[in-house]
C-alpha cells in the first residue's frame, strides 16, 4: 500500500478531548506546522488552552462530534469513553484514526479481552459476569483473590474492586452491576510488575514501538514510569512481540498502547489497551528523538514515522493533585533544583486530590538513576489538611 500525501501545512487536526493529552498533542502539532481544533465542554481544559479552536460540547454527543468534522481535515481521539456510533458517523465524513471500530473494541474489557486472546495475547483467566448466576459459575471456574470490574467506563482503577472471598465478591458485583450491565470478573495476577508498550502504525502498515514502560501504580493511577524497562531481555522481547500482534491484528493507525502484567514466574499477560497517547509515554518527549504526541501527529499528517529508539534511560512521577501543599501551592522552586528534571503542567485550575495536574521527567544514565531524581524532585506526599 501507498501512503496517500501528506497533509498540507497549516491544515486542522481535530482532537476528541480536551485533557493533558490532547494539550500535549496539539503542541506537537502545532511545533510540526499544523493547527488544531479541540472538542471539550470546558473552555479552561488544558488542550483548548492551547489549541487554534474549540468546539465547545459534550464528547458523548454526536452532534458536537459531528462539529468538528466541519473543522477538521483528520481527527484523532485523546479518551476512549467518547461515544463509538458517534465516531463512526464522524468516520463517515473525515478520516478518524485510530477507528472507530478499535475504539469500541478497547472501550469494552470483554470485547477487548476476547480480542487480545484471538490475536495471540495471554490474559489473566476471567469471567463475564451480568447476574448473580453468572457470578457464581465465575466462582468455580476462577481462582481467588478476584478483581472484579465494571466492563465499560472504568479508568484510574475507577469502578473496580479487589475480592479475597466469594462474599465479598457477591457484595462486590450487587454494588457494581448497580452502575453497569456487565462486570469482568478476573483472577488477580501475583504481579512482578506492570510493563506498557506503545505502538505506532501508519496508514501504510509500517509499524514502530517505543522500548517497555515500566509502570508502578499506587491506588489504581499510574504514579511512576520508567524506561527501559528492567525486566529480562525475554521479558521485553515477549512485551514488544505481543503489543506489535495486537497492533497489526487490530488493523491499528496511530498509536496503541498495550498495558502488561508480569507475574512471579515471568509470564506476560495483556491487562488492556489504549488507541490513544499514554501516560506511561510522556518521557518520551524528553527520552526519544520523536515523542509519542509527535509521532501520532506525523501518523494524522501522512508523514513518515520517527525514531523510537531511548536516546538514555527515563522515568517519569505524576503530579497528582495530591501533590499540592496546604497552602495550595507545588513547590516548583524545589522540585527544579534537582538536576536534570523538567516539569509539565497542564494548566488545570484546581489541584484536587487524584488529579492529574502534572509531571515530572528526567534523563539519567540508567533506569535506577532516572527513578531516583523524579522521586527527589517530587519529595514527601504533603499531608492533606
Ligand atoms: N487482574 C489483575 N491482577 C492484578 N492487578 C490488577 C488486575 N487488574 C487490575 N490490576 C491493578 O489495577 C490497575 C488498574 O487496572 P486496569 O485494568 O488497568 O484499569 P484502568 O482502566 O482503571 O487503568 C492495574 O494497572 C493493576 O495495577
Ligand atoms: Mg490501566
Not at 233 to 244: C, E, K, L, Q, S
Not at 369 to 380: D, I, Q
Amino acid at each position: 500500500m501507498n501512503a496517500p500525501a501528506p497533509l498540507p501545512l497549516g491544515s486542522t487536526i481535530g482532537i476528541l478531548g480536551g485533557g493533558q493529552l490532547g494539550q500535549m498533542t496539539a503542541i506537537a502539532a502545532r511545533r510540526l506546522g499544523y493547527r488544531t481544533v479541540v472538542l471539550d465542554p470546558d473552555p479552561a481544559s488544558p488542550g483548548a488552552q492551547v489549541a487554534d479552536q474549540l468546539v465547545q460540547g459534550p464528547l458523548d454527543d454526536p452532534a458536537t462530534i459531528e462539529a468538528l468534522a466541519q473543522h477538521a481535515s483528520v481527527v484523532t481521539y485523546e479518551f476512549e469513553n467518547v461515544d463509538a456510533d458517534a465516531v463512526a458517523a464522524l468516520e463517515r465524513q473525515v478520516p478518524v484514526h485510530p477507528s472507530s471500530q478499535l475504539l469500541r473494541t478497547s472501550q469494552h474489557r470483554i470485547r477487548e479481552k476476547t480480542a487480545i486472546q484471538r490475536l495471540g495475547g495471554d490474559v489473566a483467566p476471567f469471567r463475564a459476569v451480568s447476574s448473580a448466576a453468572d457470578l457464581e459459575d465465575a466462582l468455580q471456574a476462577l481462582r481467588l483473590p478476584l478483581v472484579v470490574k465494571t466492563a465499560t467506563g472504568g479508568y484510574d482503577g475507577k469502578g473496580q474492586a479487589v475480592v479475597a472471598t466469594a462474599d465479598e465478591a457477591r457484595a462486590a458485583c450487587d454494588r457494581l452491576l448497580a452502575v453497569s450491565d456487565t462486570l469482568i470478573v478476573e483472577e488477580q495476577v501475583s504481579l512482578a510488575l506492570e510493563l506498557s508498550v506503545i505502538c505506532a502504525r501508519d496508514e501504510a502498515g509500517h509499524l514502530t514501538t517505543y522500548p517497555a514502560a515500566e509502570n508502578r501504580h499506587v491506588g489504581g493511577i499510574l504514579d511512576v514510569s520508567s524506561a527501559p524497562a528492567r525486566v529480562s531481555t525475554d521479558v521485553a522481547r515477549r512485551a514488544d512481540v505481543v503489543a506489535r500482534q495486537l497492533a497489526e491484528g487490530l488493523d491499528l493507525v496511530g498509536l496503541l498502547c498495550v498495558e502488561m502484567f508480569v507475574d512471579q514466574q515471568g509470564h506476560v499477560l495483556v491487562n488492556e489497551m489504549a488507541p490513544r497517547p499514554h501516560n506511561s509515554g510522556h518521557h518520551t518527549l524528553e527520552a526519544c528523538a520523536t515523542s509519542q504526541f509527535e509521532q501520532l501527529v506525523r501518523i494524522l499528517a501522512g508523514l513518515p514515522l520517527g525514531d523510537t529508539t531511548l536516546a538514555r534511560p527515563a522515568a517519569m512521577a505524576n503530579l497528582l493533585g495530591d501533590w499540592w501543599g496546604p497552602d495550595g501551592e507545588l513547590p516548583v522552586a524545589r522540585m527544579l533544583g534537582v538536576p536534570g528534571v523538567v516539569l509539565h503542567l497542564y494548566g488545570k485550575a484546581a489541584a484536587r486530590p487524584g488529579r492529574k495536574m502534572g509531571h515530572l521527567t528526567a534523563v539519567a544514565n540508567t533506569t535506577d538513576e532516572a527513578v531516583e531524581r523524579v522521586l527527589t524532585a517530587r519529595g514527601e506526599r504533603p499531608a492533606i489538611p
